[in-house]
């Protein structure tokens, strides 16, 4: 979802249904109509018009994707995203069965152009493009199956990709089934909203670096907790007008660098980046072999292996808390390193 100027436009799943690529409009984030379809018809493959004999119908428990049985039932588009980006909309969106595309149009209610095929290969889901200050174009998304993410350089039209992709987040541990990433830049920092844990538990996450390629690091901002509400899942992040800032599944605000008072650091560290925070105390092996947070009421911390993208030592979490991850031998309460 993305605000240009007072319009709210997002784009939804439409799996194996033609037309596909529903974008909807909206003023206020509550009250939403269906521009258009930006995809007719899925041209990609004879086996979307469901050619029988069928294992299932209507009535049935819905069918898993299953492309031996010579039909694309479940495929088709999965996670959209759209942008907006000189004076166009693009949508970039991938079928399981046969890559990753990109459609454009100077209006929502289109017409949008015939899909071009950024990556004609199987395998991929839930592409979002990402235009930075520099004119850069990049390509963030997942594997079917979920994870890990994957960020691929662009032509700047966002026509073709420029490499096979570096592999920028993979946690299995800590972010299982990783998907959905939007990826956005906010003050300097790059963030990638994305959830884990599969779509009916699954919590949502958002990741942060100060560079684009990482290390990330992350929290999770949203989940089911212990009500009967499906968890949220797959939620963007769109600011209105005067500031606010929400997304599809809540009203949560961005992830700002909480206040805090360390005694290690000897003053707040609101805001601090990694650049300009107080330095550690030379002795720090207490961090080393005891996470200093374990110390708080209902808190359990863990010890973690060290992971390539990134030099976390300790995994916290606790009734009433997000989960929380330090680097051995910094401040556990900046939160730049304990998020």
């Given at each position: 979802m993305i605000r240009v100027g007072d319009d709210y436009v997002m784009v939804a799943s439409s799996f194996h249904f033609s037309p596909g690529l529903p974008v909807l409009t909206s003023k206020d984030l509550v009250h939403w109509s269906i521009a258009g379809h930006a995809l007719p018809r899925l041209p990609f493959n004879p086996a979307y018009d469901l050619p029988g004999p069928l294992n299932f119908d209507d009535a049935s428990e819905r069918a898993r994707l299953d492309p031996a049985m010579g039909h694309r039932y479940s495929a088709g588009v999965w996670a959209p995203a759209i942008r907006h980006h000189g004076g166009r909309y693009y949508i970039y969106f991938a079928t399981p069965t046969d890559g990753i595309f990109m459609v454009s149009a100077?209006?929502?209610?289109?017409?949008?152009?015939?899909?071009?095929?950024?990556?004609?290969?199987?395998?991929?889901?839930?592409?979002?493009?990402?235009?930075?200050?520099?004119?850069?174009?990049?390509?963030?998304?997942?594997?079917?199956?979920?994870?890990?993410?994957?960020?691929?350089?662009?032509?700047?039209?966002?026509?073709?990709?420029?490499?096979?992709?570096?592999?920028?987040?993979?946690?299995?541990?800590?972010?299982?089934?990783?998907?959905?990433?939007?990826?956005?830049?906010?003050?300097?920092?790059?963030?990638?909203?994305?959830?884990?844990?599969?779509?009916?538990?699954?919590?949502?996450?958002?990741?942060?670096?100060?560079?684009?390629?990482?290390?990330?690091?992350?929290?999770?901002?949203?989940?089911?907790?212990?009500?009967?509400?499906?968890?949220?899942?797959?939620?963007?992040?769109?600011?209105?007008?005067?500031?606010?800032?929400?997304?599809?599944?809540?009203?949560?605000?961005?992830?700002?660098a909480a206040s805090s008072t360390c005694s290690r650091c000897a003053g707040s560290t609101t805001g601090r980046s990694s650049a300009n925070r107080s330095p550690p105390p030379a002795d720090n092996r207490s961090h080393a072999t005891r996470c200093p947070m374990s110390a708080a009421p209902g808190l359990r911390c863990t010890r973690r292996p060290p992971m390539a993208s990134t030099d976390r030592r300790w995994a916290c979490s606790g009734s009433g808390t997000t989960t929380r991850s330090m680097r051995t031998g910094a401040c556990p309460r900046d939160p730049a390193i304990c998020a």
């Open positions: 100077e209006k929502p209610e289109g017409p949008w152009t015939a899909p071009v095929a950024l990556v004609a290969q199987a395998g991929f889901e839930d592409p979002c493009p990402f235009w930075d200050d520099d004119g850069s174009a990049w390509l963030v998304h997942s594997k079917v199956g979920a994870g890990p993410l994957v960020l691929r350089r662009m032509t700047p039209d966002g026509t073709r990709v420029l490499d096979e992709g570096t592999v920028i987040v993979e946690d299995p541990v800590n972010l299982p089934v990783l998907e959905g990433p939007k990826l956005l830049k906010r003050n300097g920092w790059y963030y990638i909203f994305a959830p884990y844990g599969g779509v009916e538990k699954g919590p949502q996450a958002v990741l942060r670096a100060r560079d684009i390629h990482g290390p990330y690091e992350w929290r999770t901002v949203l989940a089911q907790g212990d009500t009967a509400v499906q968890a949220p899942h797959q939620g963007g992040y769109v600011e209105t007008p005067s500031g606010g800032a929400g997304s599809p599944t809540s009203t949560a605000p961005a992830p700002t």
